[in-house]
């Protein structure tokens, strides 16, 4: 009755003694796999084990019973995980994870962002802003969070950092509700309140909104006084706006005394585009006031004459202040120098260079930068290095920007061996070396098969705290190519695949192609199913991403 029942149930009962003695035991297990799979699905324990004392009477076979084993070897207790699955995310990360799911309320965003553990300050709290790509509405939702806990301060320099964030990202309605915060709490904002919510107006282009905001001063707990005109002009002109400031200023001039550096930001501006008409009418107005120049107003009337090419206009001009005994000083002088290096006439901004430098006015980081930029340009490699020693000898320390300027044209011409020194040079100096600039010279190494030095720039890199990209590894796989170094090669090839990164078809087709030519075919064939693989992710990872699923 049972083996009936059983038959009618997982398998036919007939099949099984069709075949001869020999294959008994190969059917009996194929029989009892199929037999367990149904039974663990409808049965209980106690029915499992009575099927299964019947099945060993049948076949000559030992059937382990699984509730005894499991009485026999308990399952081993789970080990308490410590960490939490995002403790490898730095804070900011994972306090902006918190804005991916989707709370009801404020009250429940409060709670989650209190949850995460992180202990909040202020250079958490701006990473927190100004990185990301968080909304309007979940930024002042984390500000109010944030603005409440112990370790960040609350002081108006919390809300500069949140009105620079919302501006940035043109939140402007959340932007002038902070604004509007700060003066219903009873704080009291000043100039660089003013210039960052103008400023974000401005950058926006939409003028006409942010000198509608310096015309309601008042409203926001702000002073109509020189300091915040000084402000405005200076928020217009810096952004090219110079004829939106011009009229500003003479729609108010009269209600403020006007000083020099009211006049320098209008004079400045205009500069810029070399209005030589415009600049000798507010240089008439000007002392026709009453208010006498400084060297910043000749050193802006300079490069104007020298942007409209009236190059011996601001000669003259130069030579007026020389021979007058005061006026001058090292932006005078730089806008001499910058003047001829614009008409390429790089003997006389020498000339003006050895003169500054006997009058005792010491150069900045602008005239140095302007030297060497021209030297790299006209492929003057030595001139340009020999620049920058002065230039590091005298204590001037460029920034990260400006050294990637110096290292990519060197990049770009020549063997790497200028590029390097430039680099050796800063980084002895104390150069913080930006990661565009180590993987320009990682690309020239590359390419001219410098392994050695290759790995020790990579190292530096690492050593800076930067992690290697797809890009990195690229280079570091096609400089041991052209070494010949192929099984290196490989593991780099490997490490980049275990690490996320997928190499582009080119280096990986340069690879393989060498490998076969080397008869390295096992080699090859392992690398191209670690790739296959790597391709299978990265489209299943595309695909991901463009339905918005990131996981």
């Known amino acids: ?50 099927i299964l004392s019947q099945l060993s009477d049948i076949f000559p076979t030992s059937i382990p019973n699984p509730a005894a084993a499991a009485v026999v ?39 989650a962002l209190s949850g995460v553990g992180v202990e909040l300050n202020d250079d ?16 002042v939702a984390f500000f109010n969070w944030a603005i409440e806990q112990p370790d960040l301060s609350k002081g108006i320099d919390s809300h500069h950092v949140v009105l620079k964030a919302l501006g940035r990202r043109k939140f402007f309605v959340h932007m002038m509700e902070i604004l509007k915060d700060i003066r219903d709490k009873g704080m009291c904002p000043n100039s660089e309140t003013l210039f960052i919510v103008m400023d974000s107006y401005v950058r926006a282009r939409q003028v006409s909104k942010a000198t509608k905001i310096f015309g309601q001063l008042d409203k926001y707990g702000l002073v109509f006084n020189e300091e915040t005109f000084t402000v405005a002009l200076k928020c217009l002109s810096q952004r090219s706006y110079v004829a939106t400031a011009c009229l500003l200023f ?17 004079i400045g501006g205009w500069s810029k585009f070399g209005a030589v008409s415009e600049i000798e009418k507010y240089l008439k107005v000007m002392v026709d006031e009453g208010v006498e120049p400084d060297c910043v107003t000749y050193s802006y009337v300079i490069e104007g004459f020298g942007r409209a090419g009236k190059i011996d206009d601001a000669v003259k ?45 010491e150069p900045n980081i602008d005239t140095y930068t302007r030297f060497i930029v021209y030297f790299l340009k006209s492929r003057r490699v030595s001139d340009a290095i020999g620049m920058l020693d002065e230039m590091l000898g005298r204590g001037v320390i460029p920034s990260t920007g400006i050294l990637t300027d110096f290292i990519e044209p060197l990049c770009s011409y020549g063997p790497p061996y200028a590029a390097l020194m430039v680099y050796k040079k800063a980084r002895k100096a104390g150069c913080r070396i930006s990661f565009t600039a180590y993987k320009l010279l990682l690309s020239r190494l590359s390419r001219f098969g410098k392994f050695g030095m290759l790995l020790n720039i990579w190292d530096e890199m690492q050593e800076s705290g930067y992690s290697s990209d797809m890009q990195v590894y690229e280079y570091i796989i096609n400089g041991l190519c052209n070494t010949g170094k192929l099984e290196t090669a490989v593991k780099v090839m490997e490490e980049c695949i275990r690490k996320g990164f997928y190499p582009g078809k080119i280096i990986c087709s340069k690879l393989n192609n060498m490998l076969m030519d080397s008869n390295k075919v096992e080699i090859a064939y392992k690398l191209f199913l670690k790739l296959r693989k790597a391709r299978v992710n990265e489209n299943a990872q595309r695909y991901w991403r463009a339905k918005g699923w990131h996981f």
């Open 124 to 139: 958490v709290f701006a990473k927190v802003l100004n990185r990301g790509n968080l909304c309007g509405k979940s930024m």
């Open 250 to 266: 003479n729609k108010m001039r009269d209600k403020v005394q006007c000083d020099c550096a009211m006049y320098n930001i209008i």
């Open 317 to 361: 001009i130069f030579k007026y202040l020389e021979e007058k005994g005061s006026g001058l000083s090292g932006g005078v002088y730089n806008a001499m120098i910058f003047n001829c290096i614009a008409s390429g006439d790089i003997n006389g901004a020498l000339k003006y260079y050895e003169e500054m430098l006997s009058n005792c006015f």
């Open 1 to 50: 009755m049972f083996l009936k029942g059983f038959s009618a149930k997982t398998f036919t009962y007939r099949s099984l003694f069709n075949y001869h003695r020999s294959s008994v035991s190969a059917i009996a297990f194929s029989t009892l796999e199929i037999a367990l799979n149904s039974t663990y699905k409808n049965h209980s324990n106690g029915d499992e084990s009575r």
């Open 73 to 111: 070897n308990p399952p081993p207790k789970q080990l308490e995980i410590s960490a939490a699955v995002d403790d490898f995310l730095p804070p900011e990360d994972k306090l902006r994870g918190v804005f991916l799911q989707r709370f009801s309320g404020e009250t429940a965003i409060h709670r």
